[in-house]
Each structure stands twice: as C-alpha cells, then as structure tokens.
C-alpha cells in the first residue's frame, strides 16, 4: 500500500491519495476513485460497509482469503472479523458483494486461499487505472498469477482516463508470409525459435515456424513442404528431421520417414525416438521385422523403462513368431505404462496366438475400456474371432 502511495505520488497524484497508517479505518470526505485494504486481516476492521462514496468508475480489492466466495448478503448483525467462529459462506472474512452494493463499479476478489503471491497488487493496479488503462487491463496487469483464484467484477471497458488509444493497425497486424502469423507475433515467435535451435540457420527457422502455423491450420501439405525446405536447408538439425519424418509417418509417407529416422541415427547413433520409430516402421510398414529388431533392442536397452520402447520390441519378436520372449516384455510394458490402448491390444494379441484364452479376453477388454474406439477396428474383429476359436481354459 505504501509503494502504491508513493508510484501514484510520482504519476503527480500524490494529493489524491489518502494512506491511512494507523490503527483505525480509512475516512475520506467527497468521492472515491481507488479502495484498497487489509479487510478482515485488519483486526480493527470489523465492519461491512467503509462508509465511503465511490466515484463513478471506482475499483477495489482486498487482501482477502475468500471474499468472492459468495455474493449472497449476510445477515445484517453479521460482520467480518479474524474469529474462525464467526462465519458466513464458510469464512470470517469480507465480501466484495458488499463493495458491489456500496457502488464500486470494478472490483477483484478471491474465491479461494490465493496465498499472498497471488494477491492483486494496488501498487500495479491504481497507477495503470490513472495512466488510461481501462479496467480489465489495469486488473490484468495487476493480478499476478491467472486461473488461480482471483475473479474480476466490472465493465471491462471502463476507462475514466483518457491514454493512448490504439489503433487498428496496433491490433489487427498484416500477416507475415514467411511464417504466416501477424507480423507482431511472427517477430516474438522466431525470436524463441532461433534462441531455442542453435546452430540453425535463421532461414531454417522461419520455415520450421512456418511449417508449425500450417499444421495448425490443418494444411498438412503445406507443413510437410515447409519443414522438406528446412532441413534442405539446415541438413543435420536433428529437431528438424525428427518433426518432417514424424509428419511423414503420420501421413502413410513411410520410407521417406525411415529415411529420415536414418539420418537422425547418423548423426546421433543413440537417439531413441529415431531407433524405436524406425525398427516399428521397419517391421510394421515394410514386413522386415527380422531388420528391425536389432534396433528395437538397441533403443530398448537406452529406454528400459519406456512402456512404449519395450513394447515395439515385445512386437517384432511376435511378428517373428518369437511370442515366448514377446509375452513377458509385454507384461513389463503393461507395468510401466498401465493406460496404454495399444500395449494392451499387443498382449491381447499375443496371449491369443499363444492360445491363453482367459489373457487375451482380460486384455483386450482393458483395451477397449481405455480407447473404445479400438472396437472398431478390423483388426479386433479378427482377434475376436481368433479369440473364440480358443478352448474354454478349465479352472
């Protein structure tokens, strides 16, 4: 409050302002622009109403716990103190429903314990207020931490003084084609993209920006030719080639992603993502499991505790026909990531062509509770079926 006092001071305010540093409540004749106190906290504060006339345009806000836990009035004896025994809505502490009533026209408080980090700053908010900001920005600037527990009250676009109004152009920027985000945007995103790949030429990084804007706007292609741009340009950026072979792999484009998972390993022998999506892709895409499993167990020996990485190497020994060392890599896999749809549909799988009937219904069930949608495939019409050619295990 102090330092509020003296910012406004030095905004040439200083005679507008009333600090009260003793004991009692704050009295001001005429109207009130700012409110600003210790509330309940405060403990010669024990009343409802500060008896003050605020202004038109006038905000507020306390140091409060909870004084936006409810806008229903108490009753009219009630008062706020600092005694646990003396509640209303839960709590001792003010309400900001009472500030509304009074006539504040803007005013935050907290629906929950905002600890006193997360208090809103007066020593922020009363100077933007009186420099032009409208009041959702004043609030804005001053509440430290959003989605917590402060709420704001008021006419957003309130804005008693007049400041630089912004015009269209400051809001609504022409849109920068080499990244195809508004030019003030574009600026502060390749800034982090070029501190952030170091190395990298800053043409690479512009397309790779680029690239990120397409696959939002779901243009795919557009994203796929922007990152192929990229890494002509930036050969051996490893984030580059991961991105276009994790894009080419989503969109079927499979050899072009082995390739670049190739790359990727050329470069750095002991990435694991590149090891692992390329044995998958090996074995999967291009019905070489023989070929990728070298590699799986290379990336399964980096990760041994990736449910996924271990599960890729229980998979290519079953498409080998090598489900007696699949089945138990699977049930480690299970255990290290329990909610994983596919895991489950691979041990499914291999417990039923290894005629475990009770295994393969228990797993594929927990399979189709974790992604219903896995139902639906055809793959799991056929292991249905597979499933109920089996003989009923006896207890």
């Given at each position: 409050m102090a330092q509020a006092a003296r910012r406004l001071a030095e905004q040439?305010?200083?005679?507008?302002?009333?600090?009260?540093?003793?004991?009692?409540?704050?009295?001001?004749?005429?109207?009130?622009?700012g409110f600003y106190s210790w509330s309940a906290a405060d403990p010669e504060y024990r009343r409802r109403i500060t008896g003050l006339t605020f202004a038109t345009g006038a905000i507020a806000a306390n140091?409060?716990?909870?004084?936006?836990?409810?806008?229903?009035?108490?009753?009219?004896?009630?008062a706020p103190t600092g005694d646990p025994a003396t509640l209303?809505?839960?709590?001792?502490?003010?309400?900001?429903?009472?500030?509304?009533?009074?006539?504040?026209?803007?005013?935050?408080?907290?629906?929950?314990?905002?600890?006193?980090?997360?208090?809103?700053?007066?020593?922020?908010?009363?100077?933007a207020y009186l420099a032009g900001?409208?009041?959702?920005?004043?609030?804005?600037?001053?509440?430290?931490?959003?989605?917590?527990?402060?709420?704001?009250?008021?006419?957003?676009?309130?804005?008693?003084?007049?400041?630089?109004?912004?015009?269209?152009?400051?809001?609504?920027?022409?849109?920068?084609?080499?990244?195809?985000?508004?030019?003030?945007?574009s600026a502060r995103r390749l800034a982090r993209a070029v501190a952030g790949a170091a190395g990298v030429p800053q043409s690479a990084a512009v397309l790779a920006v680029r690239a990120e804007t397409l696959l939002a706007k779901a243009d795919r292609a557009g994203a796929r030719a922007a990152l192929e741009q990229a890494v002509a340009v930036a050969p051996s950026a490893i984030g580059l080639l991961m991105n276009l072979a994790l894009l080419e792999e989503a969109d079927g484009s499979y050899d072009a992603a082995i390739a670049h998972y190739r790359r990727i390993l050329e470069l750095q022998p002991s990435n694991v993502i590149a090891l692992n999506n390329v044995a998958y892709a090996l074995a999967v895409y291009r019905k070489a499991p023989a070929e990728g499993l070298p590699l799986a167990?290379?990336?399964?020996?980096?990760?041994?505790?990736?449910?996924?990485?271990?599960?890729?190497?229980?998979?290519?020994?079953?498409?080998?026909?090598?489900?007696?060392?699949?089945?138990?890599?699977?049930?480690?896999?299970?255990?290290?990531?329990?909610?994983?749809?596919?895991?489950?549909?691979?041990?499914?799988?291999?417990?039923?062509?290894?005629?475990?009937?009770?295994?393969?219904?228990r797993e594929l069930k927990e399979a189709i509770r974790l992604d219903p949608s896995i139902d639906q495939r055809a793959e799991t019409k056929e292991l249905r079926e597979r499933i109920a050619a089996l003989p009923v295990q006896k207890p």
């Open positions: 040439g305010q200083g005679s507008r302002v009333v600090l009260e540093t003793t004991a009692a409540p704050a009295k001001v004749v005429g109207p009130t622009l140091l409060a716990g909870s004084d936006a836990r409810t806008f229903q009035p108490p009753p009219d004896n009630w209303f809505a839960g709590t001792p502490d003010a309400l900001i429903g009472d500030l509304i009533r009074e006539g504040v026209t803007g005013v935050a408080g907290q629906v929950g314990e905002p600890l006193l980090l997360g208090a809103v700053r007066p020593d922020v908010l009363f100077p900001y409208n009041l959702a920005e004043a609030f804005y600037l001053a509440t430290p931490t959003l989605s917590w527990t402060t709420i704001v009250v008021g006419d957003p676009l309130c804005r008693p003084f007049t400041g630089r109004v912004l015009t269209r152009s400051d809001l609504d920027s022409a849109i920068d084609k080499e990244t195809d985000l508004p030019t003030l945007f167990k290379r990336a399964a020996a980096l990760a041994p505790r990736s449910g996924s990485v271990i599960d890729t190497l229980a998979w290519i020994e079953h498409l080998l026909g090598n489900d007696a060392a699949a089945a138990p890599l699977l049930a480690s896999a299970i255990r290290l990531d329990p909610e994983s749809s596919d895991i489950r549909l691979h041990a499914a799988t291999v417990a039923a062509s290894s005629g475990d009937r009770a295994h393969a219904e």
